[in-house]
């Protein structure tokens, strides 16, 4: 079914206060959700409300705002989520570091206490709009194993940078493993193998079978250095914010406890280093540049990163968003207590 992104967003968030969630909560999460269905990042988008408010219900996530800088210097705050949904307490602390960076140039922010945040690009525009330079990046339990090791120790981690542009902010927004565990999802939904170089099974060796990546680990982009990427994650969003490094943080989809997940973020005021028009138009001019090079073979064009979800998020606030049948089905059976139902435009 398709639908136009303001009615879906309105949907979850109707669905979120009926279930108790403050309105403001429940509009940041729906905020973030249908940004990453119209930057084509579905897999974070409205299928991720079914186990966002099976926790709140569980009582394993607040439905409440509780976040809280518990320490603050200049450019630095160390953030207390107070296990609010995750795209709350980021979203407090990006705004946070946007405002203290227009007087020092910077600031940073741990938080802890959080929970699963969706994308990480959806924290970064924010400054980029704001004419700065977005970071962000997030743990999550351990799904990666380490360089030469045979089971997993960091998260799927994703580090996000964005900045501004004359042109397009430029979004770079990845997960240090070669795929995301959803294509191995995906992969043992369809029946289908997986390529080697994926995931590796529980004893550590590669494997075609996407049942057996998922009980073992997914391999890191590059060997050492995408493992040493994740690890630097743990180290700012794990070890520096209190939250503990993967191994120690719960699962999204287990309901043991809440997921005590760390992220890290901050934001660069471009201006307190360069006019920010210079800046702007030194990386349009980069981004020109890259555009027009010789492209190699088989490929129609060369595309930077962010690129693909601009486009994405230009195409479908005209055309709407298609949500698949079982996410309707999800959407409608959490509605159908309060009277509610998707219906196409
Ligand atoms: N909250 C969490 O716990 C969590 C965990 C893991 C991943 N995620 C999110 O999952 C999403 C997907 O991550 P991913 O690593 O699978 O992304 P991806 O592989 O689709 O893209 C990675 C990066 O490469 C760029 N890119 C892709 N194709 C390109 C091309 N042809 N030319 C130039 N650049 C290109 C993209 O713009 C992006 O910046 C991200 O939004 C991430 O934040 C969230």
Redesign the pocket.
């Known amino acids: 079914m398709r639908f136009s992104a303001s009615y879906l967003k309105d949907y979850c968030e109707r669905l979120m206060t009926a279930r108790g969630v403050d309105a403001d909560c429940a509009a940041t999460v729906a905020d973030m959700l249908l940004d990453?269905e119209l930057?084509g990042?579905s897999?974070?988008g409205v299928s991720r409300l079914a186990i966002y408010l099976e926790r709140v219900e569980r009582g394993l996530v607040s439905r409440h705002n509780e976040a809280r800088i518990v320490r603050e210097s200049p450019s630095a705050l160390a953030i207390d989520a107070g296990n609010s949904l995750?795209a709350v307490g980021a979203k407090f602390a990006m705004e946070a570091c946007v405002r203290k960076a227009r007087e020092t140039g910077c600031c940073f922010a741990t938080v802890k206490n959080s929970n699963?945040?969706?994308?990480?690009?959806?924290y970064t525009r924010m400054a980029a709009e704001a004419d700065m330079i977005g970071f962000c990046c997030?743990?999550?339990t351990a799904k990666i194993a380490p360089h030469g090791a045979a089971e997993p120790f960091m998260?799927?981690?994703?580090?996000?940078v964005a900045v501004p542009s004359d042109g397009a902010s430029v979004?770079?927004?990845?997960?240090?493993?070669v795929?995301?565990?959803?294509?191995l999802i995906l992969a043992q939904k369809l029946g289908k193998e997986i390529p080697l170089g994926w995931a590796l099974d529980k004893d550590g060796n590669p494997t075609t079978d996407p049942a057996a990546g998922r009980a073992g680990s997914l391999i890191p982009i590059g060997g050492p250095k995408g493992s040493g990427l994740a690890l630097m994650v743990e180290v700012l969003s794990g070890i520096l914010s209190g939250a503990g490094t993967a191994t120690h943080l719960h699962d999204?989809y287990e309901f043991d406890a809440p997921q005590g997940?760390g992220h890290f973020m901050g934001a660069i005021d471009v201006s307190k280093f360069l006019d920010l028009d210079a800046f702007r138009a030194g990386v349009a001019a980069m981004s020109g540049e890259i555009k027009g090079l010789k492209r190699a073979e088989g490929v129609d064009e060369?595309?930077?990163?962010?690129?693909?979800?601009a486009r994405s998020a230009a195409q479908k606030a005209v055309d709407g968003i298609d949500v698949p049948e079982a996410v309707c089905a999800e959407l409608n059976a959490m509605g159908q207590p309060y009277g509610m139902k998707l219906e196409e435009a």
């Open positions: 990453a930057t990042v897999t974070h995750g699963h945040f969706g994308a990480a690009a959806y997030t743990n999550l998260g799927t981690d994703p580090i996000s979004v770079l927004d990845m997960t240090p493993s795929v995301a565990l959803g294509k999204l997940v060369v595309m930077l990163p962010g690129e693909r979800s």
